[in-house]
Nanobody, 122 residues
């Protein structure tokens, strides 16, 4: 398992932007596929975006496509989620997750390592 720590959550107005970061404690960060999930109050946790290893195109949920961008910096062991054009329905706790092998389409069961979550309120 990989220890993951999210930062960058907070409050934003509708139409605004936030960027989330997730730092991983591992020497083999580049070998992991990485993801952002979110869980809104009273709802199940859902996948937001996934960044695969091996050159596979990123996966985005329909709810965030064209508004959110997932990226990584392997030198800094950090995963990012740039969130633009935020909507009230984006309000949730956001989690980063990691695993070496992730299926397509991705699901919660694909990931073994999870961060503690960071709150985003729009």
């Amino acid at each position: 398992d990989v220890q993951l720590v999210e930062t960058g959550g907070g409050s934003a107005q509708a139409g605004g932007s936030l960027i989330l970061s997730c730092n991983a404690a591992t020497y083999t960060f580049s070998s992991f596929s990485l993801a952002w999930f979110r869980q809104a109050p009273g709802k199940e946790r859902e996948v937001v975006a996934v960044l695969y290893t091996g050159g596979i195109n990123p996966y985005y949920s329909n709810a965030v496509k064209d508004r959110f961008t997932i990226s990584r910096d392997n030198d800094k062991n950090t995963l990012y989620l740039q969130m633009n054009s935020l909507k009230p329905e984006d309000t949730a706790i956001y989690y980063c997750a990691a695993n070496r092998v992730v299926g397509y389409p991705p699901g919660e069961a694909d990931f073994k390592s999870w961060g503690q979550g960071t709150q985003v309120t729009v």
